[in-house]
């Protein structure tokens, strides 16, 4: 079975910074593109950033451009977001999953950014 554990979330400050993990058991996360979603409240789920497991290219959404890099350790089958300057708008629950949305959802690490 596969499953996915975020953690590292909480309340920060405007401006401050957090990094997200995600472990993965139940598949190598070496064959799959690894990806961040968020959810804010009232709003649908997003694309936050994803890896490619072939040349770790990486992609973000426009709005976390420059404040946030997606990284991955597939030795421990681990992804992470590091999260820099973070602004009141990036308040949200964070999952990982692979890019394709294949597998069920963990239960998410929840960010609060105060203004």
């Known amino acids: 079975q596969v499953r996915f554990v975020e953690s590292g979330g909480g309340l920060v400050q405007t401006g401050g910074s957090l990094r997200l993990s995600c472990k993965a058991s139940g598949l190598l996360t070496r064959f799959f593109t690894m990806a961040w979603f968020r959810e804010a409240p009232g709003k649908e789920r997003e694309l936050v950033a994803r890896?490619?497991?072939?040349?770790?290219?990486?992609n973000y959404a426009d709005s976390v451009k420059g404040r946030f890099t997606i990284s991955r350790d597939d030795a421990n089958n681990m992804a992470y977001l590091q999260m820099s300057n973070l602004q009141p708008e990036d308040t949200a629950v964070y999952y990982c999953?692979?890019?394709?949305?294949?597998?069920?959802w963990g239960q998410g690490t929840q960010v609060t950014v105060r203004s």
């Open positions: 890896i490619l497991n072939t040349g770790g290219t990486t």
């Open positions: 999953n692979d890019a394709a949305q294949s597998w069920a």
